[in-house]
Every structure is written in structure tokens, then in C-alpha cells.
């Protein structure tokens, strides 16, 4: 990449000093510094081709594309999938957004929300993730020590204005919610309002969006309760949980959200509850796993790693503790047939992928 801006520098130039010579002479010192002049003018688009830019050519919402990756790759997660859809379509659909989209994402281990916000990035930015306008914070990386909040605060509030001083499409992903600092996260509430600017920067064009298992133990509670009752989880509506979801959340002190400000004046747009997964769903996420890496998707391979995943409650057993967050380590590397199939799981290549 650093060769081929090299060569477009050079020839640019190159280009700029034959435009320069090829006029006449008497108008050569003039028209010079005019052609030079555009020349210098054009070179920042010359090097936006090589290098992200905050323009649309690297950041351009690709709606269908979201949709795909949410109907195709996120599994038993329909009311995530229906709230991120509509949430992140309106506001980049919106020129003139109010307020930043916040969003909070909530549930058990392994059910989607990192999976989620790549998706969200990837259709936005061209460099997806890689995106350096796409800036993660995790929790116990970032924010280890509750004696430096202060500090915290004051190096979160700098990094988040320069970040979106240099471009207003900028995402955040806080991670590990539950394990920040309580507090720290209200230090940024300025620029989460409904304000046009803050200390002459707008935030409006950037996504916020915090991820948490905090508020996990209600949302299981209800997919439980739900399936007692003999109820398909599709029935659950956001209704079920938005409001005790808050609460749990709110009143949750252990999480980077208890008691915080976001919450009582109504920053956070939605919050977002990923439901516990079942055998089903795990299965799904092993046939996916198994196709993106060569191999051939085995039902039966699937199956006997859903069902080492169901782990609660533990009268019923019914949904998995850890989500898929482990999947990618249950499935080695080929070895013997699925017909062979012992402990641990393995797989075969498939020559037609």
C-alpha cells in the first residue's frame, strides 16, 4: 500500500511539472502557481485513495448488508436483531440525527453483542473493526484501577473529542460494562444530549454503544419463565423486558451503569436484550463455524456439541451457559470421521468449499 501511494505521489507530481512547462512563457509563472496550486489542493483526495479518509468512499452505511449479516449469522436473537435494524437504519438514514445513537447491549456470555457491534462497524466502515474510526474501551483493560477514575475521566472526555474532532462518524464500543468503574461512564454525558455542540465539537453523527452481562439474570428469567409457560421465545417483545432490563441494570452496583445519569435522563436510545441461547441455536453456531473454516457441516457434529453446551438451569438443562462464546475451541482440527466420533470433536475437510 505505502508503495503504490509512493508511485501516485510521484506521478502526481510528475503530472502537476508538465502542466507547469507546457505553457507558454510569457504566462508561465503565473499559470504555474495556479496549476501547482490545484495540484496541492487535489492531492489529499489522491491520498484518501490509498488511506482512510473520513469520507463516504470509507464510510458509507450498507443497509442490506446489515440486514444479511442479522438474519443470516445472528441466531435465536430476534428481538436484538429487530431493535439493532430499525436503530441503526434510522440514524444513519437521518443527515441531521438529534443526539448520538446510544445503544446497550445486555445479556448472558457468548449470545451475540460483540458479534453485533462488528456487524454494526462492518457495514458502516469500509475497514469494519480495523476502522481507525472505531475506537473499543474494555473495562478491565482500560479502566483497572477505581482510585485513577479521576483521571479516567478526564483521559475518556479528551480521547472522545479528538476522536470525533477528526471525524463525526465515529463508533465507541465500551466493553465489559458491568466491570467499569460506576461513575466513570457519566462523565461523557455531554456529548450523549441533545446538545448541537459541546465546547464547539457536535456529536451528533456518533454511535455510542456499551455491551454488558449485566441485567442477564432477568432477561434468562423471562426467556425461562416463557418456555414454562410453553410459549415460543418468539413471543417475547421487547415489552416483556425493556423496563425491568433498565431497573436490573440501573440498580445493579457492580455495574458501570448503576445509578448512572445516562440512564435517569434517558441517554441511552435502546436497550438491547440478547436472549440465552438453546440447543438449537448452538447448533446453528457450530454448522456456521464449521462452514467458515473449510469444513464440512456435520448435523450430527453439531448436535453432540449443543448438547455438551447445555449446562442450565440445572433441573432442565435447557439453555447454555456460555452462549457460543466457545465454539471456535470445541471443533478441532480434522482428524477422523464424524462416524468415528469420540471426545474431542472432530472434522473433516470439505473439498467443495
Known amino acids: 500500500m505505502e508503495y503504490r501511494r509512493k508511485h501516485a505521489v510521484l506521478l502526481w507530481i510528475l503530472l502537476c511539472s508538465c502542466l ?23 492531492y489529499p483526495k ?77 457495514n458502516i466502515y469500509k475497514e469494519g473493526m480495523d476502522s481507525k474510526f472505531v475506537h473499543v474501551f474494555i473495562a478491565t483493560h ?12 478526564t483521559q475518556l472526555k479528551q480521547w472522545i473529542k479528538g476522536n470525533v474532532s477528526n471525524c463525526e462518524r465515529s463508533m465507541f464500543i465500551f466493553d465489559e460494562m458491568d466491570k467499569m468503574p460506576p461513575g466513570l461512564i457519566d462523565s461523557i454525558k455531554p456529548y450523549l444530549d441533545y446538545y448541537d455542540e459541546v465546547d464547539g465539537v457536535s456529536y451528533r453523527k456518533a454511535i455510542f454503544t456499551f455491551l454488558s452481562n449485566a441485567g442477564g439474570q432477568c432477561i434468562v428469567q423471562t426467556a425461562l419463565e416463557f418456555w414454562k409457560a410453553g410459549r415460543d421465545r418468539e413471543e ?19 455495574s ?23 440447543h438449537e441455536h448452538v447448533v446453528q453456531c457450530a454448522l456456521a463455524e464449521m462452514k467458515a473454516r473449510g469444513l464440512k457441516p456435520y448435523r450430527c457434529v453439531a448436535d453432540q456439541v449443543a448438547k455438551d453446551f447445555m449446562d442450565f438451569p440445572k433441573s432442565e438443562k435447557i439453555f447454555s451457559g456460555k452462549g457460543c462464546k466457545t465454539i471456535i475451541f470445541t471443533l478441532q482440527p480434522p482428524a477422523l470421521h464424524p462416524d468415528q466420533l469420540h471426545s474431542p470433536v472432530l472434522l473433516v475437510p470439505d473439498p467443495h468449499l
Open 20 to 42: 507547469a512547462e507546457a505553457l507558454e512563457p510569457i504566462s508561465t509563472t503565473i499559470a504555474a502557481g495556479i496549476a501547482l496550486t490545484g495540484c496541492f489542493v487535489g
Open 236 to 254: 417475547i417483545e421487547l415489552r416483556d423486558l425493556e423496563n425491568a432490563l433498565s431497573l436490573s441494570v440501573f440498580d445493579d452496583k457492580s
Open 46 to 122: 489522491i491520498n484518501c485513495y490509498f488511506h482512510e479518509c473520513c469520507q463516504p468512499d470509507w464510510i458509507s452505511f450498507n443497509q442490506t448488508g446489515l440486514w444479511v449479516d442479522l438474519e443470516r449469522r445472528l441466531f435465536g436473537q430476534h428481538l436484538a436483531s429487530r431493535i439493532i435494524l430499525k436503530a441503526v437504519n434510522r440514524f444513519m438514514n437521518n443527515d441531521n440525527p438529534k443526539k448520538p445513537l446510544v445503544l446497550s447491549l445486555h445479556g448472558p456470555a457468548g449470545t451475540g453483542k460483540n458479534f453485533v457491534s462488528k456487524m454494526i462497524a462492518d
Open 256 to 278: 458501570g451503569l448503576w445509578h448512572s445519569s445516562l440512564i435517569e435522563k434517558h441517554m441511552v436510545d435502546f436497550f438491547v436484550p440478547f436472549l440465552p441461547l438453546e
Open 142 to 153: 482500560h479502566f483497572q484501577h477505581v482510585s485513577q477514575i479521576e483521571i479516567y475521566k
